[in-house]
């Protein structure tokens, strides 16, 4: 039986995606920030699907040492984990600086699922087929600022979100060429634009279902047709181009130096 963790799996696409996971039976870590809700979550998803072998993790994403204990935790428990969906994101209306210094859309959005990543590499790169999923979006930027990552010169939602985004497309692309010739695959994904708290705050606007929302995270962590397919980006279960400047390798060079720094980490492909 494979293992899943999706991150933001106790609201909106997150929940929606860890759903259809146990529908499929699979074995399924659920990750959330309130512990009560992810219980829940748990037992609703349990009780729809009468999947139990359900796991919660809570952890919240602001926090680079809760983040380090998350992927502790999981390694203890699990000798391999075959799909990791960093699904979890934030739209911010404000400047949100946390405590240690991040803007926490580049916090949550990027700096969390890089970290998370590097730490849950070796678990993932034991499975025979581990995938590593990064859903970004149809928002993403198509250009980048290095001296406003953290909103150092300037801060406007819209682009802040925009530039997360794009960073999830930059650091999938440069994971995936770092992967090569392993069996581990790295790819990215726009789930739609779809009705969540996430579309809401930042758009005002209603969108599709979670449920169409989950479809494509499903199949790109799942369907056997993308069998050691890598560094790909795909819109309704489809490979399409994203922003001309995520294929430039430098800038995805350049945003993994930085990120390691800002997590404190060493590049575990050195």
Not at 26 to 46: A, M, P
Not at 253 to 258: A, Q, T
Request: aromatic share 10%; net charge positive; proline share 2%.
């Amino acid at each position: 039986m494979k293992t899943i963790l999706v991150t933001g799996a106790t609201d909106g696409i997150g929940r929606q995606t860890a759903l259809h996971l146990a529908e499929m039976g699979y074995e399924v870590i659920l990750h959330g920030r309130n512990e009560s809700r992810g219980r829940k979550t748990v037992e609703d998803i349990v009780w729809k699907t009468g999947n139990k072998n359900l796991h919660y993790f809570n952890a919240d994403f602001t926090d680079f040492g809760e983040i380090e204990k998350l992927a502790d935790k999981i390694k203890s428990k699990f000798d391999k984990l075959d799909v990791l969906v960093n699904n979890a994101g934030v739209f911010e209306n404000k400047k949100a600086l946390l405590p240690n210094g991040f803007d926490k859309t580049f916090m949550v959005n990027h700096l969390a699922p890089f970290s998370l990543t590097l730490g849950l590499l070796n678990p993932i790169m034991k499975s025979d087929e581990g995938r590593i999923v990064n859903v970004s979006s149809m928002a993403q930027a198509n250009t980048m600022d290095f001296d406003n990552l953290n909103g150092e010169k300037y801060f406007d939602p819209f682009n802040a979100y925009a530039l997360s985004k794009l960073e999830n497309i930059l650091f999938t692309y440069k994971l995936a060429r770092y992967l090569k010739g392993t069996i581990t695959t790295a790819n990215c994904l726009h789930p739609g634009v779809i009705s969540t708290k996430l579309l809401h705050a930042g758009w005002g606007m209603g969108g599709a279902s979670v449920e169409s929302g989950a479809v494509n995270s499903v199949y790109v962590s799942t369907s056997q047709s993308l069998k050691g397919i890598s560094g790909q980006y795909f819109v309704n279960k489809l490979k399409q181009r994203s922003s001309a400047i995520s294929y430039d390798t430098k800038i995805q060079d350049r945003l993994w130096e930085i990120s390691l720094g800002y997590c404190g980490m060493t590049d575990p492909f050195l």
